[in-house]
């Protein structure tokens, strides 16, 4: 049966120039190098400079990925950008990445679904390419979370990064089986119930102020573990693959120790997991692409390889995607 698949054309990232190390944070903060390496396996994470903002970092990663694609800018019809931290309350920073790529048609819009919302935005651009919306989407995750932390609170300054990756997907006729290059299946979850366990205290309806997060650090790791576990579970049940036949699994990068405990739940090896997260922190949206370019960029991941990806946010948002690449 020939159907449409979403096929990864090419990919990209960008990370701004100043690295933070813990050490540099024990001097603002009540850490150590220590403590930050043990519990999270982070070592450093990228800050913005100033005046830096989100779609600064989103054109880079995205011409980064038409480069890498081969294709003309204007090929592109949709941009899809998840993010947490956009330019503006409105309009959506999609819109400034379209107007600096010279694009005056199609659609660009935000998401918002968090630390998800790579996993999330690829989903939407599957569905839109499937259904004929879209032909050629520019998807980006990109953040500049350092502008909402609250830099007095080491329970949380110290996890998260800025950054920004990028995909172009576009449709190509497959078989219908799993041997086919683009997305497979994907799986998208939330739960509100559990949504003041991560979350920021401000907004424009709310306080009218940006806010800083806060976060139940125990509460969102317990549940991670277990939500990334079942979602990765469905993406295998949909397919009937196996943890056995995933060549890399790319996960969002919040916690060594959550990307450990879910990669031995799901009986993957730890040579196949892709980590980042020691260099970039937690940049939410961005991490999962991020994670996607080095490890494509460094030549791990090689066309025809199965790759996983996952995320697990405020929300509680989470979900799975089964690509080959
Ligand atoms: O991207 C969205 C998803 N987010 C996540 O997945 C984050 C999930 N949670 C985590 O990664 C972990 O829970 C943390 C890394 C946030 C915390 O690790 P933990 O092992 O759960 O530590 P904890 O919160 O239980 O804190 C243990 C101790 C506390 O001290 P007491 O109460 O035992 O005296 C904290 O006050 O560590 C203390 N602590 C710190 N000490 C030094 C918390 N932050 C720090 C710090 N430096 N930066």
């Known amino acids: 049966m020939s159907v449409i698949r979403t096929v990864v ?3 990209g990232s960008y990370l701004p120039s100043r690295v933070v190390t813990n050490e540099d944070l024990s001097k603002v903060v009540d850490t150590t190098d220590e403590w930050i390496v043990e519990r999270t396996g982070i070592h450093s994470r990228h800050i913005a400079a100033d005046g830096e903002l989100t779609s600064h970092l989103a054109l880079a990663a995205a011409r980064n990925a038409i480069a ?6 204007q090929e592109i019809d949709t941009i899809i950008l998840a993010t947490t931290t956009p330019d503006n309350t409105f309009p959506a920073t999609a819109v400034t990445v379209q107007a600096e790529l010279g694009l005056y048609h199609g659609a660009a819009f935000d998401i918002q679904a968090v630390c998800s919302g790579f996993v999330y935005a690829m989903t939407i651009a599957d569905t839109f390419i499937r259904t004929g919306q879209s032909k050629t989407v520019l998807v980006i995750g990109a953040e500049t979370f350092s502008r909402l932390l609250d830099w007095t609170d080491r329970t949380t300054c110290v996890l998260f990064g800025d950054g920004a990756g990028a995909a172009i997907v576009k449709g190509e006729q497959g078989a219908g089986t799993n041997a086919d290059r683009g997305i497979l299946t994907a799986h998208l979850h939330s739960d509100g119930r559990y949504k003041d366990k991560l979350y920021v205290d401000g907004g424009p309806s709310s306080t009218q102020s940006t806010g800083h997060v806060r976060m139940e650090g125990r509460e969102v790791f317990r549940h991670a573990v277990v939500n990334i576990a079942e979602a990765i579970s469905e993406s295998l049940a949909a ?6 036949d995933i060549d890399w699994f790319v996960p969002h990068q919040a ?4 990307l450990d405990g879910t990669a031995k739940r799901i009986g993957l090896p730890p040579e196949k997991v892709v980590m980042t997260v ?7 949206a961005a991490s999962v692409p991020l994670a996607l370019d080095t490890a494509i960029k460094d030549g791990r991941i090689k066309s025809g390889d199965l790759v996983l ?3 697990m946010g405020g929300g509680f948002t989470w979900g799975s995607l089964l690509l080959r690449f």
């Open 309 to 311: 990806l996952e995320a």
């Open 68 to 73: 890498d694609a081969g294709i003309d800018a």
């Open 9 to 11: 054309a090419g990919v």
């Open 239 to 244: 397919t009937g693959l196996t943890a056995d």
């Open 278 to 284: 020691g260099e970039h922190g937690n940049t939410s």
């Open 255 to 258: 916690n060594k120790r959550i």
